[in-house]
């Protein structure tokens, strides 16, 4: 049924990928002509996309005593682990590869956005930025555990760490309708490791864009674009893990596994832009204490229903 | 053991073995810490060359979560992390050599000189099902002495790392409500 | 011919552990000594299983046993500093020679 490592699907994903953040990216834009009262138009919506032309001609700026070698390692990092992290995404009927620990291996491309962004804070010799990467592992902390017990939700559920046997376990009932808080979980991680919207505080105003503050260039292009990859990869994951894949009446499988993504992904975008900045030490403490223990909960949903007959 | 996987074993040993050696002999903390973290990515790697893809797979998610904290601390108490003025932070270099020498000699002369036995069984057809069912089976001792090993240290090292106690958010008599944080929660406890 | 040679990747990565754990001053660079040491017990692990006996799950406890050390081995440690560094400023492990018994 699932089609795994076609040669064809290795330029696809990452195009794919870069589609549904070029497409997520104009949604945040028109969404914001929209609140501004200007007309929403096609080539309004993608005037951001303006910023690639005007990066790869910059300046590079130069820093004294800065740490080069880390810096350009964390910054790459951080879009290439997205796009690694689509390796195990099933579209449709296609996969790149159907790793059987899929569900692992898109945990770890996840947290390497961890070392990258630390690096990418630490690499400038600047107090902002390393505010900013510090920033993003006391959010990470928070995060994580909650995501990973989301995750392991879905795999408990269909019994198996592979991607396409998730997607394939959920028959008729999706995983959204009845394990609906790791779902919720999932959504909060994604917006939490592409740090947009309430997780933007790593690359906060405050402190004068952090993270992503000194860098310039293509660097700056490359960080910002790992963002909006991730958002893209986290949406195309949450539709194997919680909404079925490809699975639907009448629409081929891909034209599901499509609609669901641009729907997940416009439903992130929407939410990114209305709720307001998190603090990590607050978000620590609701994590733990509150979405931690839930979470532990959702799991034991799918454990106890898979224990009967 | 195919060819592909025979070159992989090499490239991931080679880079782990520098990784692990470039630990101790470059001067920036930060690139120490993550010199250590691509040589235990590549132990990852090997592992997961090996057959034995979701420990590999978890090795690699762990040992980057457990770098960059590992990074903070450096920085937080090392005197010179950016290693920009080089100073030598070492004892007993020699001695260490030494000792360190004659235990790779012993164990790669065991290595070379024991009879080690063929090989028994075979493959199972999902190494992470034999994992799985054999911690939650006939090694579940171990699983549970693990379980409570993690907890001893989630409690020890909250204990050890915390300098404040109830007394000191609750005050004397335990009844302050909310308790007394440097740094607020987010749930007002 | 493999098996060999990953058992002396294994070795290697011990040694050069242990060296670092003997030598290093700052009890962090100590901690990162004993991390290598363990990663040279993952590999050992994992070769036996692969190379030995890959129909029984020792061989891939041992590995867990392993990486749970770390895992310990770095909270356990890191709590430890920060105590000590709390109470008197210090992080080698040369200045704390009192607390030897």
């Known amino acids: ?309 | 053991m195919g060819v592909t996987n025979t070159v992989l074993l090499w490239v991931l040993g080679v880079l782990a073995l520098t990784g692990g050696v470039l630990v101790f002999t470059l001067n920036s903390m930060a690139r120490v810490a993550f010199s250590l973290l691509g040589c235990l990515v590549c132990v990852g790697g090997v592992v997961t060359v090996l057959g034995l893809p979701y420990l590999g797979v978890v090795i690699v998610l762990m040992m980057v979560m457990e770098m960059v904290i590992m990074a903070v601390f450096m920085i937080a108490y090392m005197m010179n992390p950016a290693g920009l003025m080089p100073m030598s932070m070492v004892h007993n270099t020699r001695g260490a050599l030494v000792i360190s020498g004659a235990v790779l000699a012993a164990l790669v002369a065991g290595i070379f000189l024991v009879p080690w036995p063929g090989r028994t069984g075979a493959r199972p057809k999902d190494s992470t099902f034999q994992l799985g069912m054999s911690l939650m089976a006939d090694q579940m001792l171990t699983m549970v002495t693990l379980g409570f090993v993690l907890l001893a240290t989630m409690v020890g090292a909250t204990v050890l790392a915390t300098r404040r106690g109830r007394y000191d958010r609750f005050g004397d008599e335990l009844d302050r409500r909310p308790a007394e944080d440097p740094a607020g929660g987010g749930v007002g406890r | 011919m493999t098996f060999e040679l990953l058992l002396v990747l294994a070795a290697g990565l011990f040694s050069t552990g242990l060296y670092g754990a003997l030598s290093q001053q700052s009890i962090v660079m100590i901690m990162m000594g004993i991390e290598l040491m363990t990663g040279g017990v993952v590999v050992a692990a994992a070769v036996f299983w692969s190379f030995l006996s890959p129909g029984a799950s020792g061989g891939q406890v041992l590995v867990v046993a392993a990486v749970l050390a770390m895992a310990v081995e770095m909270a356990m440690g890191f709590a430890v500093t920060t105590a000590i560094y709390r109470a008197r400023r210090v992080d080698m492990a040369d200045m704390a020679e009192d607390l030897k018994g």
Not at chain 1, 37 to 62: D, H, K, Y
Not at chain 1, 115 to 131: D, E, H, Y
């Open chain 1, 1 to 309: 049924m699932v089609d795994a490592g076609k040669w064809w699907t290795l330029p696809v994903a990452p195009a794919l990928l870069l589609g549904f953040a070029v497409l997520a990216v104009a949604g945040k834009t028109a969404l914001d002509d929209r609140g501004a009262g200007r007309s929403v138009t096609p080539v309004g919506v993608l005037r951001p996309l303006l910023a690639v032309p005007r990066a790869l001609v910059a300046q590079p700026r130069r820093l004294p005593a800065s740490d080069r070698l880390l810096w350009r390692l964390g910054v790459v990092t951080v879009p290439v682990a997205a796009v690694l992290s689509t390796l195990v995404i099933p579209f449709g009927n296609h996969v790149v590869a159907d790793l059987s620990v899929g569900v692992v291996w898109f945990n770890a491309m996840e947290v390497l956005t961890w070392a990258g962004l630390w690096l990418a804070g630490w690499g400038p010799n600047a107090a902002f930025s390393l505010v900013g990467g510090y920033r993003f592992l006391a959010q990470g902390l928070a995060y994580e555990l909650p995501l990973m017990f989301a995750l392991i939700s879905a795999a408990t559920g269909a019994q198996s760490l592979r991607v396409t046997d998730i997607a394939g376990a959920q028959h008729g009932l999706w995983y959204a309708v009845w394990m609906p808080f790791a779902f919720a979980v999932h959504l909060t991680g994604v917006l939490a490791f592409s740090f947009l919207g309430p997780f933007a505080y790593p690359a906060g105003r405050d402190i004068a864009d952090g993270v992503l503050g000194e860098t310039s260039g293509v660097d700056r292009l490359l960080l910002r674009a790992g963002r909006w990859l991730w958002l893209a990869a986290g949406a195309a994951m949450a539709v194997p893990l919680f909404l079925g894949g490809g699975a639907g009446p009448g629409l081929p499988a891909w034209a599901w596994s499509l609609v669901k993504t641009v729907l997940v992904l416009g439903l992130l975008v929407w939410v990114l832009r209305r709720l307001p900045a998190l603090r990590a030490d607050r978000y620590v403490e609701l994590a733990w204490v509150v979405l931690l223990p839930a979470a532990i909960v959702q799991v034991l949903v799918p454990a106890l229903v898979d224990l009967g007959p």
